[in-house]
């Protein structure tokens, strides 16, 4: 079965400094995409970033990376130059196997950053 | 973008009475959307997929006659909580694919917060 697996509950992060978010995910599919989400307090889901499992370069998207290590089954999330609007709820998630739009998330990381 | 509404964004009720939220595609059609429901502190869960014209799909462990599901329009999802208990409190959130955008681009609503008493 599928499953996604982030170890961190919180995180703390200096602004301007660099932080990565650990995911880690187990699927039997050969197709599969993995997904970054921030939620903020107000609740909104907020996509970040995008890698699919044929992907041979790792996403990138702004501040924002994705160390996608496919034989670890790893996609971490790499958030540079941090900002204090950076604090919130991050999720991972994965569609689960091809022809199908469904997502299972991780149980998410807090990041706080300070100031 | 695509965006996707949610209405209310907030509600609290009774125990006992139904609450209806609606999801709606403002700018596309989407014959598939999905309802997750987010715990205090923890991850979404995806409760079923709506489907236009058709019966929703639950996953394991949903309760179908609980939660009921309209997908009357391609722009519009209901979904109804009957017989509300303070355990159905939680966030609700929907999502929905855009057509003609692969199958890994789909838009979230911005969630409803249910509270019942």
């Known amino acids: 079965a599928q499953k996604i697996t982030q170890t961190q509950p919180g995180m703390f992060v200096q602004e301007k400094e660099a932080v990565t978010l650990d995911c880690t995910y187990d699927t039997s599919d050969q197709s599969y995409g993995l997904f970054w989400y921030k939620q903020p307090s107000s609740g909104e889901m907020i996509f970040l970033i995008y890698q699919g499992s044929y992907d041979e370069q790792n996403a990138t998207e702004g501040r924002y990376s994705l160390n996608f290590q496919k034989a670890r089954k790893s996609a971490n999330l790499v958030i540079s130059a941090s900002q204090l609007g950076d604090s919130a709820m991050y999720f991972c998630a994965m569609r689960e196997g091809s022809g199908t739009y469904k997502y299972i998330f991780g149980t998410g990381t807090r990041l706080k950053v300070l100031a | 973008g695509a965006v996707v509404s949610q209405h209310p964004s907030r509600v609290i009720c009774k125990s006992g009475t139904s609450v209806k939220i609606e999801c709606r595609s403002l700018?596309?059609?989407?014959?598939?959307m999905f309802w997750y429901r987010q715990f205090p502190k923890q991850s979404l869960m995806l409760m079923a997929t709506?489907?236009?014209?058709?019966?929703?799909?639950?996953e394991q462990g949903v309760e179908k006659d609980k939660f009921l599901i309209n997908h009357a329009s391609l722009t519009l999802s209901t979904l109804t909580v009957t017989s509300a208990h303070p355990e159905d409190s939680s966030f609700y959130i929907c999502?929905?694919?855009?057509?003609?955008?692969?199958?890994?681009?789909?838009?979230f609503g911005p969630g409803t917060r249910l509270t019942v008493l």
């Open positions: 709506s489907n236009e014209g058709s019966k929703a799909t639950y």
């Open positions: 700018d596309f059609q989407a014959t598939t």
């Open positions: 999502s929905a694919p855009p057509p003609g955008q692969g199958i890994d681009t789909q838009y």
